[in-house]
Structures are given as C-alpha cells and as structure tokens.
C-alpha cells in the first residue's frame, strides 16, 4: 500500500509552493518561516569543523491541497540542515523540500515519523508505519563534495503475525549489503536462528538530499529507498 501510494505521487500536479528558507540566522527558529513550526530537530558536527551544526524537520500549521494527492489534504514538511559558524550564527547548507513522509503517510499505525539524530557525523533519518505488517526506513545522510548523499540506507520488513522480519542494510558507499531474515516462535515456543547474508549489489550513483523523495528508488530486486 505503501509503495503504491508514492510511485503514484508523480501522476498528480503539484501546485503548492514551499518557503525559501533563509540562507543564514542565529538560531534554528531564524529559518522557520511563519505558518510553520519545529517537528524536531537535533545537533551535532556534520562538516567536520567540531562546531554543532544544527538539522531539523519544520512542518506547516495547516494542510494544503494538491500536495501529493489531487483529492486530499496532507501538512507539507521539509528537513534543513544549517552549518554553525565561528562567530555563532548559522549558514543554510541544505534544504529539502519532499525527503520526509508525511504525517498520513504511515498507513493504519499513523504518522510515519520516529526519529531524526546526528550519529557518527551523519544526519540519520528514520520512518516506521504499517498496520499488522510493518514496515521501517533508515536514510543516512553525509556532506561531502560540497553536497549531502544518502550514503547507507536500512528497510525492514516484519508482521506482527508470526514474529517474522527480513532487514536490508545497504552501504551505498560500497554497495556491501547485509540481508537478516528471522522466524518467529514455532508450535513448540521455539525461535529458529536468525539467517544472515552478506552481498555486494555494485556500486550506484549516491542520491542527492536536495532532491531525494522515499521509496522512490529501484535498489535491490523488490525493494525500494
């Protein structure tokens, strides 16, 4: 349900109009325009200067049409990041404008949102939705060259059913996948060992931040980033 809906997101037209974000401020509410308000946000060194750089999800007060569905209102996001300059104030690197899903895009469980952190010098972005069958997204994202790249990426898949799952972890830096695969309990109340599978899928062109959109992208037979 998922993946059908967004594949379909190109077909409908697409009226509205995000802010411009301003291009430098002193604090994280400098690049929220009116009408809009901090989702969340989160801080760390993200350039490699040992300064707290600062990234932060904003959503609009009030929904609009003709976002993604012709016929339905839906709450526009956008994620920034902004880099933290020696003199304290903050210089705009990123805005992306349809890298987040929206608020009723997680299916029956809801809001798709759970989490946005700075780990290891890279943002981290994750969704989570579903209804008895779930699903997970885990986009991470790293400045380099002078641009942002989803530089590894993580899909799970498990059902609430039986207890089982299969994850997905891609280094797209090297195309090294790791595949796990797990059962749930059997009629004795015995759980079979978890089944991992290291590949490599090649290497592919990094998708960019600025105009990344989710489960849009073809990445290993069935699967989609």
Known sequence: MLLTTLL???????????PILPAS????ESF????????EKAEGDLNKDNLPDLAAVIEADKPVKNLKEADNEQTPRLLFVAFKQADGSYKLSIQSNESIMLSNEGGVFGDPWEGLSVERGTLLVRFYGGSSSRWNYAYRWRFQNNDWFLIGATYT???THDGSYEKYDFNLITGTT?????AGEDEKGNTPKDKVTKLNIGKKPLLKL?????VQYAIYKDIYL
């Open 157 to 159: 898949a498990s059902s």
């Open 178 to 182: 790791e595949i796990s695969k797990g």
């Open 8 to 18: 379909s997101v190109t077909l409908f037209f697409q009226s509205y109009k995000y």
């Open 32 to 39: 929220v325009p009116k009408g809009w308000h901090i989702h």
């Open 210 to 214: 600025k105009t990344f959109k989710p």
């Open 25 to 28: 401020g002193t604090k994280v």
